[in-house]
């Protein structure tokens, strides 16, 4: 009886604890996400990866906003390779935000699988307890029973009992002792299966709730990496568009300036032949100036030697040329024929000035200028037509019996005194050579 009745304070100071444990259990496995330990660990590794790619990413963000807080975006192949390498990061921070939501998929997974595994564990915690209470309930009984045939047993042996009631007592006595007994032992067997059970789930619990506070904390920074994460892809979103927006008017304006250098290009390749065109027409002219400046110098040296050289007897000096005035009259074609045989020939007038000096002389005489091959059409002696003429008002009239001219002194005009007369009229007549 008194072991029975330590059993029995054992079993009802353990059936305390285990409501305790339980209500204590229940309570945590409600509130608590957590994992397994297998899972636990699996998942603290996703979230050391995790981690580390997030730091990986801010590295690339940080040094991607220093290079953009001091780029000169003034200058267009910066503005370009600036895009290029945003583009790039963008994609590197989407494969990166794939990767996370990856992981996270997998955490979340596993959380499931977790929970799934926690409420199997909170079932068999749950008939773990049923079955102490009724194994406890089952002792009780066994207890009072003892109890009752212990009564029974010490009134029979005080009463004056027959001797085979006696032995029969006393069997069923032992056969009852056994059988307690062997309850007592299978009670204390479970009852110490079920305290180590308690303890491996009481331990399972506690690491529970330790991974399950870490992978909260490990989400929550998670979480916030990840809003980080997508402010910052947002704004490289934005950037990006703008860079997009520069990109295409920059690419208009390259096209345009293609045109254009084109447009100048081919400009350039025809200033470029008439260059070629003028350069060989200048040289051209080079080697003809430098004719003509030859040419001139002796031209020159002739006219200073014409300036210089006397004319004949009777003959008078203007400009390079020498005149001689007739002292007897003829007609045209004789007096002609007259300055032919003294190596000259009828005057030709070439300016205002030697008209002038032509008028002085004094003498109303032929000059070199004719209509007869053409009548109208009037030329010098060496064949070439008249540009400039002096004819007295009104003169020529005389058609085509008037066809030489002759200059003559009566009109008061110091220049305009040309005349056309007919060709058989006798007139002094002007002969004109180089000196």
């Known amino acids: 009886m008194v072991k029975m009745s330590t059993f029995d304070g054992l079993s009802m100071d353990q059936h305390s604890e285990n ?46 906003l220093y290079v953009v807080a001091y780029s000169t975006s003034g200058e267009d192949l910066l503005k370009i390779t600036r895009y290029d390498n945003l583009t790039k990061e963008k994609d590197e921070l989407r494969f990166s935000y794939s990767n996370l939501t990856k992981e996270n998929d997998e955490l979340q997974t596993s959380y499931s699988n977790l929970t799934k595994e926690r409420d199997q564990l909170q079932t068999s915690y749950n008939n773990l307890l049923k079955e102490i209470d009724q194994l406890k309930t089952s ?12 009564t029974s047993y010490n009134n029979r042996n005080n009463q004056f009992c027959p001797q085979n009631w006696k032995n029969t007592l006393s069997k069923d006595r032992d056969l009852l002792h056994t059988k307690c007994k062997t309850l007592k032992d299978e009670l204390q067997t479970n009852y110490d299966n079920l305290t ?8 399972s619990y506690d690491k529970l709730n330790e991974e399950r506070d870490q992978l909260q904390t490990s989400y929550n920074t998670l979480t916030k990496r990840r809003d980080q994460l997508q402010t910052s892809y947002n704004t490289l979103a934005k950037e990006k568009d703008e860079l997009q927006t520069s990109y295409n008017t920059l690419a208009k304006e390259k096209d345009h300036l293609q045109t254009s250098y084109n447009t100048v290009t081919d400009e350039r390749d025809q200033l470029q032949t ?56 003829n007609t045209w074609n004789a007096g002609r024929q007259d300055c032919l045989n003294r190596r000259a020939d009828l005057v030709i007038i ?28 009037w030329r010098w002696v060496d064949g070439t037509p008249m540009t400039t003429s002096y004819w007295i008002n009104g003169e020529p009239n005389g058609g085509k019996k008037e066809n030489c001219g002759e200059n003559k002194i009566s009109n008061d005009d110091p220049v305009m005194a040309w005349n056309d007369q007919p060709c058989d009229h006798e007139n002094y007549f002007i002969c004109e050579r180089f000196g």
């Not at 636990?40 to 990866?49: M, P, Y």
């Not at 059970?197 to 331990?203: A, I």
């Not at 070439?350 to 059409?377: C, M, P, Y």
Request: glycine residues 4%.
């Open 19 to 64: 409501d305790y444990v339980n209500v204590s259990v229940n309570q945590d496995i409600r509130d608590s996400p957590g994992p397994a330990h297998h899972s636990g660990r699996r998942a603290c590794i996703w979230v050391a990866v995790g981690l580390a790619m997030v730091c990986i990413l801010q590295l690339i963000l940080n040094v991607y």
């Open 139 to 150: 002792y009780n009984n066994l207890t009072k029973e003892w109890d009752q045939l212990q």
């Open 196 to 203: 180590k059970e308690r303890d491996q789930l009481q331990k």
């Open 274 to 329: 008439i260059y070629n065109s003028l350069t060989k027409i200048k040289n051209q002219l080079q080697t003809s100036y430098n004719n003509l400046t030859k040419e001139r110098d002796l031209l020159q040296t002739s006219y200073n030697n014409l300036i210089n050289q006397k004319c004949p007897k009777n003959w008078k000096k203007f400009g390079c040329s020498c005149y001689y005035i007739s002292s007897v009259k």
């Open 350 to 377: 070439n300016s205002r000035e030697e008209q002038a000096f032509i008028k002085a002389l004094g003498h109303r005489s032929w000059i070199g200028l004719t209509d007869r091959d053409v009548d109208g059409t």
